[in-house]
């Protein structure tokens, strides 16, 4: 497709999950996009992220699949058990029940592997300009759309710095401590949620054996639970470990020590503390969370990602979440090529509700996840109960979700 110089570029602040999947998005309509990145080169960061199949399904249309095959995980199922004693609560079905029920599948995937698709795809597409080092932070008008202006980063640029950029709109996708929620949605920063999560990465032939299944393992125990699945094709196990936590701070990437960990899930089966055991490199984060947002869209900016709603990770969503975002602005932006601002309103409409069901959703897991003593008992007795096909298929309405545009 080539690019329609009548037509100036939409400015995305954020080259994470949210930005990319948007210029993608957008590229796929023929519309013409510049990704801001205030980081000045792209890492390889970050553990395991989990793609139900609304995420897949996108990541399809966006023409990843093939890039992504080998590296992703197709789990057989969600195992859940009792944390000390590794006894099955229930088993969820994933592999070929939910891509049949869904008409696409569920993958688990290094992080990085997932960014790494999104931005090689991005980088080849005429339509997409990537800018590293570029800070935006503030927002004025033009007589055509909008002037964002980048903050110096004070470290020396490894290419000249960016002073502003031009675009017929911005869409904000800067992440958990987005600038431009706090500066034009004037919503407070995000709340401590009371809880860290540390991630780490085993290499499979380390792993027990029991615990190398091509399966998501998720172990609970009274205000902590522990998820671990396969990455990179299964050569390597991505584990995180959340649990209540008194210290926040506002980095993806802290460095916590073994020891720490392990601290935590002294409780837990020794099976599974021999996986921990054989982590390196252990990383944390804080959750943080805000109400669901009243507003996304204000005229010629929108908020996308984590930018627009930092979702906990109990319904593993936070990425999804932002995928899902980027379908729909780019769906509507192609509707109105030439109003930006009603592209973005019926973005807002199309995206609120969602989002509030599926963070309240997310935050009662984490309720549910994290019990102790008679409470406790009674949800695994319910779980077993219910049985894990029907609890799959009470989230329908969660994985199955498509955007309902052409
Ligand atoms: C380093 C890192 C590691 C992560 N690791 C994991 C993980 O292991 N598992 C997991 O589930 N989730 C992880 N996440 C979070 C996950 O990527 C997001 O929750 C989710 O994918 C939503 O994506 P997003 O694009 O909204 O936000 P992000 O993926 O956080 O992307 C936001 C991007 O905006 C950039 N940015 C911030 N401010 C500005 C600005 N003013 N101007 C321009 N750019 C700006 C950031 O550098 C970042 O690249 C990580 C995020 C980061 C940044």
């Known amino acids: 497709m080539t690019r329609n110089p009548r037509h100036g570029p939409i400015l995305i602040a954020g080259g994470g999950i949210g930005g990319l ?19 000045p080169a792209f890492a390889a960061e970050g553990a395991g992220i989990q793609i139900g199949p609304n995420g897949t399904r996108i990541l399809t249309e966006l023409g ?14 969600i195992r859940v058990l009792a944390g000390e004693t590794a006894r099955s609560i229930v088993e969820l079905p994933l592999g070929p029940w939910i891509a049949a029920r869904h008409g696409s599948p569920y993958w688990v995937a290094h992080r990085s592997d997932l960014h790494r698709a999104l931005l090689s795809n991005a980088e080849a597409s005429p339509l997409i300009t990537i800018t590293l080092n570029a800070a935006a932070c503030k927002l004025g008008r033009t007589a055509n759309g909008v002037a964002v202006e980048m903050r110096s980063s004070g470290s020396a640029p490894t ?15 800067d992440g958990l401590w ?74 993806w990437s802290q460095s916590l020590t073994a020891a720490r960990v392990l601290d ?11 996986l921990l055991e054989a982590a390196a490199g252990w990383r944390s984060w804080s959750l943080h969370t805000l109400p669901p947002p009243k507003r996304i869209s204000d005229g010629l900016v929108a908020l996308l990602g984590d930018a627009a709603h930092p979702i906990l990770p109990f319904l593993a ?3 999804v979440m932002a995928l899902e975002d980027a379908a729909v602005i780019a769906r509507e932006l192609a509707a109105s090529p030439g109003d930006v601002a009603s592209a973005f309103a019926r973005y807002q409409r199309a995206r609120l509700s969602r989002i509030a069901r599926v963070a309240h959703a997310s935050r009662r897991n984490g309720q549910m996840f994290h019990l102790g003593g008679g409470l ?31």
């Open 264 to 274: 935590r899930t002294r409780t837990f089966n020794p099976q599974l503390n021999r």
């Open 317 to 319: 969503q936070g990425g």
């Open 159 to 173: 290419t000249p710095a960016l002073s502003g950029a031009e675009g017929r709109g911005l869409i904000a996708a």
């Open 21 to 39: 999947a948007t210029a993608l998005a957008l590229a796929r309509r023929g519309i013409a996009s510049h990704v801001l990145e205030s980081r």
């Open 64 to 77: 990843l699949a093939e890039a992504l095959s080998p590296h992703v995980a197709r789990p057989a199922s």
């Open 178 to 251: 987005s600038d431009f929620r706090s500066t034009m949605f004037d919503v407070a920063p995000p709340r401590f949620d009371n809880r860290s999560a540390a991630r780490a990465i085993v290499s499979t032939c380390d792993a027990p054996p029991s615990l190398r299944a091509e399966t998501t393992f998720v172990w609970l125990a009274p205000g902590a639970h522990v998820v671990h699945y396969p990455v990179r094709g299964g050569r390597e196990i991505a584990v995180v470990v959340i649990a209540t936590a008194t210290e926040a701070n506002r980095d």
């Open 376 to 406: 406790a008992i009674a949800r695994n007795t319910a779980m077993r109960a219910l049985g894990g096909a029907s609890i799959m298929a009470a989230y329908d309405w969660l994985y199955g979700w498509q955007d309902a545009g052409p």
